[in-house]
């Protein structure tokens, strides 16, 4: 019989538009700061209504040897990073790291777009591959990041790409969490990493569901669950946590953030872009079984709110269905804009942040809420709690979503 371990957090590595490191975030949230920028290149692209995104800011890439980054896009590089600083940040030393009890689960939506742009703008410009270098595939793969935090690291334990958009970052924790928890590695690194680009936008435009409106006054969107939003903010960045075994944790001494107790991943078989309510209500039900919790256990949830019609109206009803109107929600895409592969891995480590303080960040922009939302329990301003177990929630496209559950330890 498999005797199953504890996974817990014991390092934290993240870029993303409002900041890179605990301060300047904290810093955003504490005075209600958002990262949404206008993107005046992207006035060029015909037709693209959303001139607005999240994006990463003050970035030294010289952190990485130069060599090694001629395979990497913008994804690759901040998720890279971000692994430096979560490795560096837990203590972990080479020798561990490369002993094969250490493994990588990370991805993005599609690798890097401004490599997919150069290669197939210079084929389809010139019917020919003769200024394509060789890196170029490298960074267009859709597992770019996995691959490049393995070889900077020399990691030779397990590597998953869960590819999933939304969900990718949050499928990577879920998923090292159960290589963990089943004693298949000792340590994860854990994560994702996203790259701004036009046709990222372009992509929510198409399907009207981007936000439109406010692109003079950029820093007044997005505006998850209030009855005036006007749709979706794209971001960037990249973020990995460290997972690992709790006694193998405690042996070497290492500062613990925070323990993972629960994890769901499951599908609504229904729609290709269209949410489900009752696919998210079956994946918090199962996250909650899986941690051996009552609803009345949660003591906030960080909610995935992308500012979508349809998609706040369903994870609003899905969250009132599992829980009480009384649950504080609230919503940090509003400072960020939607990190699509990075999202749930910012998102984590955000809760973490709120554990570690004993409060709540805000959803900034919410004024009213969508009468279909009516009962939820967003928080607008911060506000003093005592936290102990935060539930976060990611949907994606294709019906795929995910909750994840972590406790203060």
Excluded at 36 to 43: A, D, G, L, R
Excluded at 55 to 70: G, P, S
Excluded at 72 to 98: C, E, H, P, R, Y
Excluded at 195 to 218: G, R
């Amino acid at each position: 019989m498999i005797k199953l371990r504890r996974v817990v957090i014991t390092g934290l590595g993240i870029l993303c538009p409002i900041g890179n490191n605990k301060k300047e975030i904290k810093d955003a949230f504490y005075n209600k700061k958002s990262g949404i920028v206008f993107m005046p290149e992207w006035e060029k692209i015909d037709g693209l209504r959303s001139l607005v995104a999240g994006t990463v800011k003050n970035i030294d890439k010289k952190i990485l040897d130069r060599k090694t980054r001629r395979s990497m896009g913008n994804v690759a590089v901040f998720n890279t990073i971000s692994a430096k600083i979560a490795i560096d940040d837990a203590g972990l030393d080479n020798n561990l790291l490369q002993s094969g009890r250490v493994g990588v689960a990370a991805s993005s939506t599609i690798g890097s777009p401004q490599a997919y742009e150069d290669f197939f703008y210079e084929i389809f410009r010139t019917n020919s591959i003769g200024q394509i270098t060789s890196m170029t595939f490298l960074k267009i793969m859709s597992h770019t990041t996995v691959a490049n935090i393995a070889v900077n690291f020399g990691i030779t334990g397990r590597v998953f790409s869960p590819a999933s958009a939304c969900t990718s970052s949050s499928q990577a924790i879920g998923m090292s969490y159960e290589a963990i928890k089943f004693g298949i590695q000792d340590v994860m690194l854990a994560g994702g990493a996203e790259e701004i680009h036009h046709t990222t936008a372009a992509t929510f435009d198409i399907l009207n569901v981007a936000s439109k409106n406010y692109n003079d006054n950029p820093q007044l969107t997005p505006a998850p669950f209030d009855k005036d939003r006007d749709g979706l903010v794209v971001g960037e960045g990249g973020g990995i946590v460290i997972l690992e075994e709790y006694e193998h944790a405690k042996k070497r001494g290492a500062k613990i953030y925070g323990e993972i107790i629960g994890f769901s991943s499951l599908c609504d078989g229904n729609h290709m872009s269209t949410p489900s309510k009752e696919g998210m209500v079956n994946t918090m039900d199962a996250a909650l079984k899986n941690a051996n919790l009552s609803t009345d256990k949660i003591d906030y949830i960080n909610a995935h709110a992308t500012s979508t019609d349809t998609g706040d109206v369903a994870e609003a009803q899905a969250t009132l269905e599992v829980f009480n109107t009384k649950i504080p929600v609230s919503a940090t895409k509003s400072f960020t804009g939607h990190t699509l592969g990075a999202c749930g891995v910012h998102e984590i480590i955000f809760s973490l942040y709120m554990l570690e303080d004993n409060k709540i960040y805000p959803t900034i922009h919410h004024k009213t809420i969508d009468p279909r939302c009516k009962g939820l329990n967003v928080v607008t301003d911060i506000i003093d709690k005592k936290l102990n177990i935060i539930m976060s929630n990611n949907f994606a496209f294709g019906g795929i979503n995910t909750s994840l559950i972590v406790q203060k330890i």
